[in-house]
Nanobody, 119 residues
Framework: QVQLVESGGGLVQAGGSLRLSCAAS????????MGWYRQAPGKQRELVAT???????NYADSVKGRFTIARDNAKNMVSLQMNSLKSEDTAVYYC?????????????WGQGTQVTVSS
């Protein structure tokens, strides 16, 4: 099992910045992908950004140029720097980790942290 603890959510005005952090513990070996998803009220959970162990990143089109994901393999942490926030970024943000063991994979989720952007 992998435990994920998120921090850094909150309330910010449009145009402002927030930084989310997530620390992984437990069975952290073989972690391949780390990242963030979000879910707004009445909407499906969607990918925000991911980073694989080799460092390649992937971003949702809606956040490209505004959000930056970073990974610290030594500390088993992933962060999301969010700049130029918009009201449509309001959502619960979930930390995500995927472990790969051979041909099997295991997904883990944090408890979620609320990000609210006021216009």
């Amino acid at each position: 099992q992998v435990q994920l603890v998120e921090s850094g959510g909150g309330l910010v005005q449009a145009g402002g910045s927030l930084r989310l952090s997530c620390a992984a513990s437990g069975s952290i070996f073989s972690i391949n992908t780390m990242g963030w998803y979000r879910q707004a009220p009445g909407k499906q959970r969607e990918l925000v950004a991911t980073v694989v162990s080799g460092g390649k990143t992937n971003y949702a089109d809606s956040v490209k140029g505004r959000f930056t994901i970073a990974r610290d393999n030594a500390k088993n942490m992933v962060s999301l720097q969010m700049n130029s926030l918009k009201s449509e970024d309001t959502a619960v943000y979930y930390c995500y980790v995927r472990r790969t063991v051979g041909v099997a994979w295991y997904d883990y989720w944090g408890q979620g942290t609320q990000v609210t952007v006021s216009s």
